[in-house]
């Protein structure tokens, strides 16, 4: 009987063991350049080839008349679009991130924008993590070539190494925080955080069919739209990874041993995951269990 494989408890980009795992490993040079980018910046680039750009175009006719006004993203398009769900699961992205964290990826939901989202500097440890800690990655795909003035990504390197900043950290001393709490206690004080570290910002200027990858608590968001009539059409896609508790830490106190269980869909593969304990199925709670099986009936992206 063959032996279990042993799934590391830290990414391998993360870990103290790194050096030792790309010895060991053989990777490849591109391979290679991609766990290192991840460990020393938090981000990576993967330029997805000819075949992703041709599906680019269809992800943006699929998703076109979801973007009336006053939408400014659409979620889960791949339970109607092919092509974002090709995308979503990208052979070449499953495989370089299986080989930068050492479990199988597994992408589980989807956001198409249109225009440059202003969104506020955050970590997504906040929005999706996981136990054992930072198995959870981001994927944001440049569905045409991304200009200054259309409010691109912008991001620290460097800072998916700051402490992962709790609900608790941020001043929110409660059993069941929310979203309210997040926007006013959370976002103020990360930004606090990544002040106070001295880290410089970057912008993602990339071309059509390149993914821009990050690490679970690198510092982002959206830079401000200088040019009204520009666009960025995108595609990100949230990526969690094999045999691993999934919450919510908006809605958790994991200090107090209270954790919001997600079941998240695998999108590549069909279905959903269980959240595992050491193994073992773990129950998630009640409103994202029901969430999920209905829209596992529905199939319907959300337009807001």
Same mark, same amino acid.
């Given at each position: 009987?063959?032996?279990?494989?042993?799934?590391?408890?830290?990414?391998?980009?993360?870990?103290?063991?790194?050096? *030792?795992? @790309?010895? /060991?490993?053989?990777?490849?040079?591109?391979?290679? +350049? =991609?766990?290192?980018?991840?460990? &020393?910046? !938090?981000?990576?680039?993967?330029?997805?080839?000819?075949?992703?750009?041709?599906?680019c175009?269809?992800?943006?006719?699929?998703?076109?008349?979801?973007?009336?006004?006053?939408?400014?993203?659409?979620?889960?398009?791949?339970?109607?679009?092919?092509a974002?769900?090709r995308?979503?699961?990208?052979?070449?992205? *499953?495989? @370089?991130l /299986?080989?930068?964290?050492?479990?199988?990826?597994? +992408? =589980?939901?989807?956001?198409?924008? &249109?225009? !440059?989202?202003?969104?506020?500097?955050?970590?997504?440890?906040?929005?999706?993590?996981?136990?054992?800690?930072?198995?959870?990655?981001?994927?944001?795909?440049?569905?045409?070539?991304?200009?200054?003035?259309?409010?691109?990504?912008?991001?620290?390197?460097?800072?998916?190494?700051?402490?992962?900043?709790?609900?608790r950290?941020?001043?929110?001393?409660?059993?069941?925080?929310?979203?309210?709490?997040?926007?006013?206690?959370?976002?103020?004080?990360?930004?606090?955080?990544?002040?106070?570290?001295?880290?410089?910002?970057?912008?993602?200027?990339?071309?059509?069919?390149?993914?821009?990858?990050?690490?679970?608590?690198l510092?982002?968001?959206?830079?401000?739209?200088?040019?009204?009539?520009?666009?960025?059409?995108?595609?990100?896609v949230?990526?969690?990874?094999?045999?691993?508790?999934?919450?919510?830490?908006?809605?958790?106190?994991?200090?107090?041993?209270?954790?919001?269980?997600?079941?998240?869909?695998?999108?590549?593969?069909?279905?959903?995951?269980?959240?595992?304990?050491?193994?073992?199925?773990?129950?998630?709670?009640?409103?994202?269990?029901?969430?999920?099986?209905?829209?596992?009936?529905?199939?319907r992206?959300?337009?807001?």
């Open positions: 009987m063959t032996a279990a494989r042993a799934l590391p408890a830290v990414p391998w980009f993360e870990g103290d063991e790194l050096e *030792a795992y @790309l010895a /060991a490993a053989g990777l490849d040079g591109e391979a290679d +350049a =991609f766990v290192r980018s991840l460990a &020393r910046d !938090g981000y990576a680039l993967i330029d997805l080839g000819d075949e992703a750009r041709a599906l175009d269809r992800a943006v006719t699929d998703t076109e008349t979801y973007f009336r006004p006053g939408v400014a993203r659409v979620q889960d398009a791949w339970f109607r679009s092919k974002v769900r995308l979503a699961a990208w052979p070449k992205v *499953a495989c @370089l /299986a080989t930068a964290y050492g479990r199988r990826p597994f +992408a =589980f939901q989807t956001l198409n924008f &249109r225009r !440059g989202s202003e969104q506020a500097v955050h970590p997504d440890s906040i929005h999706f993590h996981s136990e054992p800690a930072r198995f959870m990655c981001g994927v944001w795909i440049a569905l045409e070539d991304v200009g200054p003035g259309s409010g691109p990504l912008v991001y620290y390197p460097g800072s998916h190494r700051l402490p992962v900043m709790t609900m950290d941020a001043g929110v001393n409660t059993a069941r925080p929310g979203p309210e709490h997040y926007e006013r206690d959370f976002v103020p004080r990360f930004r606090q955080r990544v002040e106070a570290s001295g880290l410089a910002p970057a912008h993602a200027l990339i071309p059509k069919g390149w993914a821009f990858v990050w690490a679970a608590n510092a982002y968001g959206g830079s401000a739209v200088t040019d009204p009539a520009s666009t960025r059409r995108s595609l990100v949230h990526n969690l990874f094999e045999d691993c508790l999934y919450f919510t830490p908006m809605k958790s106190d994991p200090e107090g041993g209270k954790l919001w269980l997600r079941l998240p869909f695998d999108i590549g593969r069909g279905g959903w995951v269980w959240p595992r304990r050491s193994g073992r199925r773990a129950m998630p709670n009640l409103k994202p269990l029901i969430d999920t099986l209905s829209r596992s009936v529905l199939r992206p959300i337009a807001g």
